[in-house]
């Protein structure tokens, strides 16, 4: 039977490239020279360092410029609020990837809505959807691109 798994996964290695392109700009713009200004990747956190709130914002800017560029969609980022104090401003960016139970439920409940002949089946952070033909399982693609959505999806394993 023809299937293939939605996903939301971000490239690990396009987002450390993003986050090394926007620490070297930084340290070539002027109204950044000797502030310490940088971004720090850990995990799914950025995390911006800088000295006043303004210069939080640009830096965010310049991140998701980075990011856009490099092909990772913005819908996956969540910038928190930041921290401020009298010496330094702190902000994390979170980079969300995998699919939640509360959207694999809304994937699932949309395929199940649309009359398709197919069926999708939640599996830990992805959902398969699995069908008879690979002309609904096509018809399902176009159908997930088209739903708005909160998180950018993938599609792939696809099996015929």
């Known amino acids: 039977m023809p299937s293939f798994d939605v996903v939301s996964e971000l490239n690990a290695h396009e987002v450390a490239n993003a986050v090394d392109q926007a620490n070297r700009e930084i340290a070539q713009r002027f109204d950044f020279k000797d502030t310490g200004a940088r971004f720090e990747l850990e995990g799914d956190t950025v995390t911006l360092h800088a000295q006043v709130d303004f ?92 739903a708005k959505l909160d998180l950018p999806l993938q599609f792939n394993n696809f099996r015929d």
């Open 55 to 146: 210069q939080l914002k640009q830096m965010l800017e310049i991140l998701k410029l980075r990011l856009g560029k490099r092909g990772i969609d913005l819908a996956c980022l969540e910038a928190k609020e930041p921290q401020i104090t009298l010496s330094a401003a702190r902000q994390a960016v979170l980079l969300h990837q995998g699919i939640d139970a509360e959207t694999g439920k809304k994937i699932t409940r949309l395929l199940k809505d649309s009359k398709l002949k197919v069926q999708g089946s939640i599996q830990g952070e992805k959902v398969r959807v699995s069908g008879k033909q690979r002309d609904d399982l096509q018809a399902a693609i176009q159908l997930l691109r088209g």
